[in-house]
């Protein structure tokens, strides 16, 4: 079995800065693609930053310069780092991940439970 395992999030103030984490665990032969998706009440989930196995970055319009995505291929983590926080940031964050099980052949993607952020004065 495959878990994603998200830890942070939590209550700040417009301006703050929060940390989110995310181990994958299991038996995992590879992962590809790992980051962060947000949603929102009554709106879609949407991709807030990926980074690939490569330390390739894609990261939403609306949090470059804010959010920073980093990864630790060796753990099996991926981190998403929010500075200036906004109140239109608050959202349910999952991880994905893209990981090949061991004694698989394909790749599939894997989501964490959600992790709450919320941005209020």
């Known amino acids: 079995q495959v878990q994603l395992v998200e830890s942070g999030g939590g209550l700040v103030q417009p301006g703050g800065s929060l940390r989110v984490s995310c181990v994958a665990s299991?038996?995992?032969?590879?992962?590809?693609?790992m980051g962060w998706y947000r949603q929102a009440p009554g709106k879609q989930r949407e991709l807030v930053a990926v980074?690939?196995?490569?330390?390739?970055?894609n990261l939403h319009d609306s949090v470059k310069g804010r959010f920073t995505i980093s990864r630790d291929n060796a753990k099996n983590k991926v981190d998403l780092q929010m500075n200036s926080l906004k109140s239109e940031d608050t959202a349910v964050y999952y991880c994905?991940?893209?990981?090949?099980?061991?004694?698989?052949?394909?790749?599939?993607?894997?989501w964490g439970q959600g992790t709450q952020v919320t941005v209020s004065s």
């Open positions: 299991g038996s995992i032969a590879n992962i590809t693609t």
């Open positions: 994905n991940a893209v990981i090949r099980p061991q004694g698989r052949w394909s790749f599939r993607s894997f």
């Open positions: 980074i690939s196995g490569a330390g390739d970055r």
